[in-house]
């Protein structure tokens, strides 16, 4: 199974918002950010994804999310390269 590693950023605000999450299902997962069933951090506002990676292998997944959640420099660089 695939799982992938997304960034989230928020079209509904001012302010530069991105979410970080993992799923093996990516299109299923949007739509549930963008319906309030995802997750709390995401509920009240609109969603694009503007970075995903792909893994073999769930941990794999898990432990890139990590990195990625605790890496602002990163994060602000994907939103800013995003067009």
């Known amino acids: 199974m695939t799982y992938f590693v997304y960034i989230l950023k928020c079209v509904s605000?001012?302010?530069k918002r991105t979410y970080v999450g993992y799923?093996?299902?990516?299109?299923?997962r949007l739509k549930k950010h963008n319906s309030n069933?995802?997750?709390k951090?995401?509920?009240?506002n609109k969603?694009?994804?503007i970075y995903k990676k792909k893994f073999l292998s769930?941990?794999?997944?898990m432990s890139y999310e990590y990195k990625?959640?605790?890496?602002?420099?990163?994060?602000?660089?994907?939103?800013?390269?995003?067009?």
């Not at 951090?41 to 009240?44: A, I, K, N, W």
């Not at 769930?58 to 997944?61: D, G, I, L, N, V």
């Open 13 to 15: 605000s001012v302010k």
């Open 23 to 28: 799923t093996n299902d990516l299109k299923n």
């Open 37 to 39: 069933k995802g997750a």
């Open 41 to 44: 951090y995401t509920r009240g």
């Open 47 to 49: 969603w694009i994804i």
């Open 58 to 61: 769930q941990s794999k997944a």
């Open 68 to 83: 990625l959640k605790h890496d602002r420099k990163r994060r602000l660089e994907i939103y800013n390269n995003f067009k």
